[in-house]
């Protein structure tokens, strides 16, 4: 018999922070900061306007330091996360955070930075981003990036606004960008928001876009194509390279959506596809932190034509004499560029978020960065087949090799009476975090698998077989009680959503 992770123990109760404490009791002592109030020479409302001055002490929990630590040990006890169990959510890139990226963004003299710091205090600081910048433009082709964006979607809205600024400036008025029905979910909001009209192209049989329909949709109102490659199915676009020479005939840019660069990092070049602006994921692709309300970080990288356009700040460098009349080179931030798009943020990133990416590229050494994509798309396909045989029918693209993901439908488990929210829930009390479900929305009952390269085949097979269990035993009458064995189980998720209810 297979042993799954399964979920045993106890979940302990846990009352409110604030409910544990008791009056005047304190963890913590403040240091002394050495000013008495006979110190001030006016009283405390002449310093602070009074409508800012509490009218009562805040409520804050009085509580001892035993209380504090076991009170949030005991709520993350409660959590799934990548750090206890496998993470299979398709088109998100949920792999494990090293601990080095860790330990690096919690060095004293990083984590402790202001950002308003003088550049020649700095110059460490800004190097690495600097050559963080340099390396991504090695493994894309492209000529430079901006760190501005600090997520994905908003990678994304900056790099239409150069698009946008980019035509503006040529005088055309271009208000149109294609966006594949198998590219990311977000494309369509961000066109709108940076001023377009998007225009869904749907994909063929064989989960790719054809560039001979794709020419029916080209005219000169037509700004860029927003291209996810490999797309949400997990399916590499063949025809990448005809694709970018019909846009750039007209003209027109191509933006390639970035969240799934996984899928070749080290071994292409979007460069070589003809790509013209790219956002990068860092919080998938290169192992930093992912979701928790950020920080998270759309590097935006673009051609030699649009270096001029990316947002400010931005780190350059020019030739110093030291004082023993030595050259070196001395980093800083400048905004001179041309046409920037402006600032996005107030300063020149979420810089932990870099400083984990570029321990994750630099542990790895260049020689190493291919095998990332490689082994991902490895255990993609072997999942893939395994689960092939399992859920027979149910690969909608059963033909061909996927590329770091697979996606199935539910026509084999809804032989079996159950769904995919069902097959997900109880997923849940085999010790495994759901796949993506539902998404892409063009696959019916979908099942979206991203293994990524860090899971074992030990991992992958367990995870096989617990389909497989699932789809032989499961019971609709039991199904629709999962899962059973969590501090919470099965919630109204619609409900949750239109009437949320938080307890204080």
């Known amino acids: 018999m297979p042993k799954f992770p399964g979920i045993k123990g106890m979940f302990l109760d846990e009352e409110p922070l604030i409910i544990q404490?008791?009056?005047?009791?304190?963890?913590?002592?403040?240091p002394d900061c050495g000013l008495k109030k006979s110190d001030l020479k006016k009283s405390e409302n002449a310093y602070i306007n009074e409508k800012y001055i509490r009218k009562k002490p805040i409520r804050l929990p009085e509580v001892s330091e035993p209380t504090t630590v076991r009170h949030f040990t005991r709520l993350s006890s409660w959590n799934m996360c990548v750090d206890t169990v496998f993470y299979p959510l398709g088109s998100c890139t949920m792999k494990y955070n090293p601990k080095i990226n860790e330990k690096i963004a919690s060095l004293e003299n990083i984590k402790n930075l202001h950002p308003l710091t003088p550049a020649g205090l700095v110059q460490p600081v800004l190097k690495i981003a600097y050559d963080f910048n340099k390396i991504l433009c090695e493994l894309t082709g492209l000529a430079e990036f901006s760190f501005a964006p600090q997520a994905g979607a908003a990678g994304e809205f900056a790099g239409l606004k150069i698009i946008k600024k980019y035509f503006?400036?040529?005088?055309e008025n271009r208000k149109t960008i294609l966006v594949p029905d198998s590219s990311h979910g977000t494309n369509p909001a961000s066109s709108v928001l940076a001023g377009f009209m998007p225009v869904e192209i749907k994909t063929g049989k064989a989960g790719t876009l054809d560039a001979d329909e794709l020419e029916k949709y080209i005219s000169k109102d037509v700004a860029a194509i927003m291209i996810t490659n490999p797309n949400t199915f997990g399916v590499f676009e063949k025809d990448i390279k005809k694709i970018s020479d019909i846009?750039?005939?007209?003209?027109s840019f191509v933006y390639m959506d970035g969240a799934n660069?996984?899928?070749?990092?080290g071994n292409v070049m979007v460069s070589d596809m003809g790509i013209d602006i790219i956002q990068l994921n860092l919080h998938k692709t290169f192992s930093t932190p992912h979701g928790g309300g950020g920080p998270g970080s759309g590097a935006i990288g673009v051609v030699e034509i649009l270096k001029e356009y990316l947002p400010i700040p931005y780190v350059k460098f020019h030739i110093k004499k030291s004082v023993n009349n030595k050259s070196e080179l001395f980093y800083e931030l400048a905004e001179d560029k041309k046409y920037t798009i402006g600032r996005m943020t107030p300063f020149l990133c979420s810089f932990a978020i870099v400083v984990r990416a570029y321990a994750y590229l630099l542990s790895l050494g260049r020689e190493n960065i291919a095998s990332v994509s490689e082994i991902a798309i490895l255990n993609a396909n072997y999942v893939k087949k395994k689960l092939g045989k399992i859920l027979s029918g149910s690969d909608p693209f059963e033909e061909g090799l996927c590329m770091h993901e697979c996606v199935f439908n539910d026509k084999a488990i809804e032989e079996n009476g159950i769904s995919t929210l069902e097959l997900a829930k109880i997923l849940i009390d085999y010790?495994?975090?759901?796949?993506?479900v539902y998404f892409p929305k063009n696959i019916h009952g979908a099942i979206m698998i991203e293994p990524t390269e860090t899971e074992s085949i030990k991992?992958?097979?367990?995870?096989?077989?617990?389909v497989k269990e699932i789809k032989s035993k499961a019971k609709k009458s039991e199904a629709l009680k999962s899962p059973k064995k969590t501090k919470v189980g099965r919630v109204n998720e619609v409900m949750a959503n239109k009437q949320p209810v938080f307890k204080y």
């Open 21 to 30: 404490g008791s009056k005047g009791l304190s963890g913590i002592s403040m």
């Open 459 to 466: 991992t992958l097979d367990n995870f096989i077989k617990a």
């Open 431 to 436: 010790g495994f975090h759901p796949p993506t």
């Open 247 to 251: 846009m750039h005939k007209n003209g």
């Open 261 to 265: 660069f996984n899928a070749f990092l």
């Open 168 to 171: 503006d400036l040529k005088g």
